[in-house]
């Protein structure tokens, strides 16, 4: 059966459908300019399972835990769930907590940056040229020879433990629901005000969670992917998706009364431009050298792949860590160690990149 999701319409479909659908969940609670984003709702998971104690970002965002069970779905729906696994696991790990220091600094993944840009905050400017200026660093270190290696084969059991985490989590939810003006519920903590206090109807975000991980697993959605198939190949195929998610969420902030352009009083944003860019470089390049975006790591984590899943648990423990020791970001401002944490972050990176090179 021909995968119609795999077609440019196919990726342009599944690009507009989440610029239709994010905004909607913004529209039914979700913070402002950020009905979907990977890094902010990990960062929210882990304030939720007590890995962080900043009271205003703790939930446990249904649509991540749909994202990778979705996944699975798919894959299993159409026999492409491989379990594999080896790949520099501890590289990947440090990874994706580089890469959510870096979102955090900036108050966003890749796709919260198109949606804020598609919502009229000018600050997204500075982080989306960002990101593609470190997608593109990691391209150079791609042509250079960089590769973490070939992930094998392995039990079906690890490619099931992610999605059993998550569908676990998703259990302690249901059986620790919130409770009105209480900030911990049994094992999980709830914020009472900020962003984690805003968000869409739990079914209703685990739906749109569950639909968006099917057709992205099926569409190979990915961001970070679109930019450096771009500059390395000069193919357009994952960038007309992106493009069609800027655009649709565009039209559709307008409709719902939500867009609002310029640069101050933007929701959950900063404008400190210098730091919306370095910040993004570094997630940019973190992404470049894991080999996706945050959105697209979970996509394969639920169709199999270990080593995805130990970037995605790199960025929810990157994410305690930013909260923890005032690396991340807030509406006043960068954190007080965020631009050292950047710029160690940047050299951690180059040194990831400079030393796993195949030698010729």
């Given at each position: 059966?021909?995968?119609?999701?795999?077609?440019?319409?196919?990726?342009?479909?599944?690009?507009?459908?989440?610029?239709?659908?994010?905004?909607?969940?913004?529209?039914?609670?979700?913070?402002?300019?950020?009905?979907?984003?990977?890094?902010?709702?990990?960062?929210?998971?882990?304030?939720?399972?007590?890995?962080?104690?900043?009271?205003?970002?703790?939930?446990?965002?249904?649509?991540?835990?749909?994202?990778?069970?979705?996944?699975?779905?798919?894959?299993?729906?159409?026999?492409?769930?491989?379990?594999?696994?080896?790949?520099?696991?501890?590289?990947?790990?440090i990874?994706?907590?580089?890469?959510?220091?870096g979102?955090?600094?900036f108050?966003g993944?890749?796709?919260?940056?198109?949606?804020?840009l598609?919502?009229?905050?000018?600050?997204a400017?500075?982080?989306?040229?960002?990101?593609?200026?470190?997608?593109?660093?990691?391209?150079?270190?791609?042509?250079?020879?960089?590769?973490?290696?070939?992930?094998?084969?392995?039990?079906?059991?690890?490619?099931?433990?992610?999605?059993?985490?998550?569908?676990?989590?998703?259990?302690?939810?249901?059986?620790?629901?919130?409770?009105e003006?209480?900030?911990?519920?049994?094992?999980?903590?709830?914020?009472?005000?900020?962003?984690?206090?805003?968000?869409?109807?739990?079914?209703?975000?685990?739906?749109?969670?569950?639909?968006?991980?099917?057709?992205?697993q099926?569409?190979?959605?990915?961001?970070?992917?679109?930019?450096?198939?771009?500059?390395?190949?000069?193919?357009?195929h994952?960038?007309?998706?992106?493009?069609?998610?800027?655009?649709?969420?565009?039209?559709?902030?307008?409709?719902?009364?939500?867009?609002?352009?310029?640069?101050?009083?933007?929701?959950?944003?900063?404008?400190?431009?210098?730091?919306?860019?370095?910040?993004?470089?570094?997630?940019?390049?973190?992404?470049?050298?894991?080999?996706?975006?945050?959105?697209?790591?979970?996509?394969?984590?639920?169709?199999?792949?270990?080593?995805?899943?130990?970037?995605?648990?790199?960025?929810?423990?990157?994410?305690?860590?930013?909260?923890?020791?005032?690396?991340?970001?807030?509406?006043?401002?960068?954190?007080?160690?965020?631009?050292a944490a950047?710029?160690?972050?940047l050299?951690f990176?180059?040194?990831?990149?400079?030393?796993?090179?195949?030698?010729?």
């Amino acid at each position: 059966m021909k995968n119609v999701f795999a077609t440019r319409w196919g990726i342009i479909l599944v690009g507009a459908a989440i610029g239709i659908l994010a905004p909607v969940l913004q529209k039914l609670g979700n913070p402002g300019n950020m009905g979907i984003c990977v890094a902010c709702f990990e960062r929210d998971i882990a304030g939720a399972l007590g890995l962080h104690r900043a009271a205003v970002v703790q939930y446990l965002r249904p649509e991540i835990i749909g994202f990778v069970i979705g996944s699975l779905i798919a894959a299993y729906s159409f026999k492409e769930f491989r379990s594999r696994a080896g790949s520099a696991p501890i590289v990947r790990f440090i990874l994706g907590a580089l890469a959510m220091i870096g979102a955090l600094v900036f108050l966003g993944c890749p796709w919260r940056a198109l949606l804020r840009l598609a919502g009229g905050d000018g600050n997204a400017i500075l982080g989306i040229l960002g990101l593609i200026g470190g997608i593109w660093i990691g391209t150079q270190f791609l042509k250079g020879g960089y590769n973490l290696g070939r992930a094998d084969k392995t039990h079906t059991s690890v490619g099931w433990l992610l999605p059993l985490l998550m569908f676990g989590a998703l259990v302690l939810m249901f059986l620790n629901p919130q409770v009105e003006g209480e900030g911990q519920s049994g094992v999980l903590f709830y914020s009472l005000k900020g962003p984690g206090a805003m968000h869409a109807p739990l079914l209703i975000s685990l739906i749109v969670g569950l639909g968006i991980g099917f057709v992205a697993q099926r569409s190979r959605f990915c961001t970070m992917g679109a930019f450096r198939d771009m500059l390395l190949f000069r193919q357009g195929h994952l960038l007309s998706g992106v493009l069609a998610l800027v655009v649709v969420a565009f039209v559709t902030n307008l409709v719902l009364g939500q867009f609002k352009a310029g640069f101050a009083g933007q929701p959950v944003a900063h404008t400190m431009q210098l730091w919306n860019f370095a910040g993004m470089v570094l997630a940019g390049l973190a992404f470049a050298l894991a080999g996706g975006c945050p959105g697209r790591q979970l996509f394969l984590a639920g169709e199999g792949d270990g080593d995805a899943a130990v970037f995605v648990l790199g960025m929810i423990v990157g994410a305690a860590f930013a909260h923890n020791f005032g690396l991340a970001s807030s509406p006043k401002g960068v954190g007080p160690h965020g631009i050292a944490a950047v710029i160690v972050g940047l050299a951690f990176c180059l040194f990831i990149g400079l030393t796993m090179r195949k030698k010729a």
